[in-house]
């Protein structure tokens, strides 16, 4: 069955770190993958999303991700934490295009808390 | 920007009752999507919409459960005989904007607690 795996479910950083919130998904045909966020009491915004171009993509407010299809990984990174950031962020997966009904397959998120 | 609109934001209501959440895609998606998270939860497919019909459905999207695009711009979900556990926060989602890749786009989320 296909499936996301977020490692660790709170991750904790001071402001200015690098922040690193790991993604692994389950599959052997190439996915769609996204990482979206959700501040307190708000919906989920896309921060960014691989469809088979370049490997490395980046997304809004300076975060970043790279597909590793050898190690099944879309890992979000941001080099230098902001107060701002402390969210949910979820990663996700398609495996069809929207128009075959490409429904998302959520991880169970994980918190990120920054400290000052 | 374009965004998805969903009403309620909050709805409480009875076990028993039915719920009616109402969105609003963004206009000219093509796929419609309802999604829930309970809380504490990961966010769960429940259905996805096109063409008039249901293209997919989850376990969780069983008979009490049914979803409707009305108008033309609406797209709702019908919750007939709401129980303790359907408690979650509901999100409408659309996609299928040509040339948009797969990117899914989610409303705000509509908080159902049934008392």
């Known amino acids: 069955a296909q499936s996301v795996t977020q490692l660790g479910s709170h991750v904790s950083v001071s402001e200015g770190a690098l922040v690193l919130l790991r993604c692994n998904y389950s599959s052997s045909v190439p996915p769609y993958l996204f990482w979206y966020v959700q501040y307190p009491n708000q919906g989920l915004q896309l921060l960014l999303k691989?469809?088979?171009?370049?490997?490395l993509v980046k997304g809004i407010n300076g975060f970043e991700a790279e597909f590793k299809k050898s190690e099944t990984s879309f890992h979000l990174t941001k080099p230098s934490a902001h107060m701002s950031d402390a969210a949910e962020y979820f990663c996700a997966v398609s495996y069809g295009e929207y128009n075959q009904g490409g429904k998302l397959i959520f991880g169970q998120g994980t918190e990120l808390s920054v400290k000052p | 920007e374009p965004e998805v609109t969903q009403t309620p934001s909050h709805q409480v209501t009875q076990m028993g009752q039915e719920v009616i959440l109402r969105c609003v895609p963004i206009s000219n998606h093509l796929y419609f999507y309802w999604y829930r998270q309970i809380l504490g939860q990961k966010v769960e497919f429940l259905v996805s919409?096109?063409?008039?019909?249901?293209?997919?459905k989850s376990e969780i999207f069983d008979d009490q459960f049914s979803v409707e695009r009305p108008d033309g711009s609406n797209f709702t979900l019908k919750i007939r005989s709401t129980k303790l556990e359907d408690s979650a926060m509901y999100f409408c989602a659309s996609g299928g904007l040509s040339g948009s890749g797969n990117t899914i786009y989610f409303g705000e989320g509509s908080w159902l607690t049934v008392v």
């Open positions: 691989y469809t088979s171009a370049a490997t």
């Open positions: 919409f096109y063409n008039n019909e249901i293209s997919e």
